[in-house]
């Protein structure tokens, strides 16, 4: 039976740090280019407590240059890779 994919949002979390520091960019100036008032939202992606929006998802690839799929950590404890 297939089950479905899982996201691990701690795993996909350090992976926004990871990506946000490779392109060079503080939080601060990801918060500017989302328009965001604080920089709470980015910080609960990083920690892992809640992911960004599917529009926002589009926004960090197009910011970190790499597709959605690259930022997103599925988890691979009991689940089957499913094709694109």
Same mark, same amino acid.
């Given at each position: ?5 899982? /996201?691990?949002?701690?795993? %996909?979390? &350090?992976? $926004? ?5 490779? +392109?060079? @960019? ?6 500017? /280019?989302?328009?965001?008032? %604080?920089? &709470?939202? $980015? ?5 892992? +407590?809640? @992911? ?15 597709? $959605? ?16």
């Amino acid at each position: 039976m297939l089950q479905m994919p899982v /996201i691990d949002m701690a795993r %996909t979390g &350090q992976n $926004i740090v990871r990506l946000r520091q490779q +392109v060079g @960019l503080s939080v601060r100036e990801l918060q500017d /280019i989302f328009g965001f008032a %604080t920089p &709470q939202a $980015i910080y609960k992606w990083q920690h892992g +407590v809640t @992911l960004p929006a599917i529009d926002n998802l589009v926004v960090l690839a197009a910011v970190f240059r790499v597709h $959605i799929d690259d930022i997103l950590v599925m988890e691979k404890a009991g689940t089957e890779q499913m094709g694109a």
